[in-house]
């Protein structure tokens, strides 16, 4: 196993670090959808359930897994616990790749078990609104798909700011919300709420044209957050790999 994987294992799982994200999730996830289940369930329609309620829900399982799958790859949750990067690529003396895919592995398993705790609530909210079966798929695959293409600008602040832990949390979020505004600003769809409540609604959305060329809405979105995301794990491993030209900061 991938040493730095294995020592993120550790420190989330093995200590108990990750109950702390856990519990965050569902003491805000779970309220959300039994609240609102509640209250759309009251009068003429007591008991039937609410149509929406599955897009509730999975807009807010959405926000909080990208939140914190940002947060844990940014190491915000018991830094201290982790072994500095020097000593990963210059005592042990691994490679900036194995650094890379280690830290980036986690973040996947992270995203999964994130995924995996949100999903019964998620199938629940699906069968009261009587949801098809495609679209709750479709809805744990966007969650995902988002929650990696983000996420991984936590790693890439977690290793350019790995000292200045208080900044780099502020300098992360304010990235971010700058993304998601120019994308909002930019072409509505980019957003992934936008997006996610369009698929889940089967609304068409108008397609982007630049220039006299349409582009449909859902290659530009795709498209965006790949970009988005490739260029995250790129700056992750040129970073990595320039620490290991120059020494550590």
Known sequence: ?????????????GEGHVLTVYYYLLIILA?????????????EQMWKGSGDLFEVCSVTALLLIVYFALRVANREYAPGRFKPLEHWLRDDRRAAGVVARGRV????VHI????????????????ISRTPLPDLAASLALI?????CYGVWGLVASVVWE???????FIIRGFILFVVVVALVVYLPLNPVIYLLAV???HELEPLSIAGMKWSAHSVHFGFHLVLGGAGLAAHR??????????HR
Request: net charge negative; no cysteine; proline share 4%.
């Open 1 to 13: 196993m991938n040493p730095v994987l294995r020592e993120n294992l550790e420190v989330f799982f």
């Open 31 to 43: 309220p959300v959808g039994f609240i609102w289940f509640y209250t759309s369930s009251l009068g």
């Open 105 to 108: 592995a986690f973040l996947l």
């Open 112 to 127: 999964v078990g994130l995924l995996l705790l949100s999903a019964p609530l998620l199938v629940w909210a699906a069968a």
């Open 144 to 148: 995902s798909f988002h929650a990696f």
């Open 163 to 169: 000292r200045e832990t208080e900044s780099r949390e």
């Open 200 to 202: 889940l609604e089967r």
């Open 238 to 247: 040129w970073v990595l790999k320039q620490d290991l030209k120059l020494g």
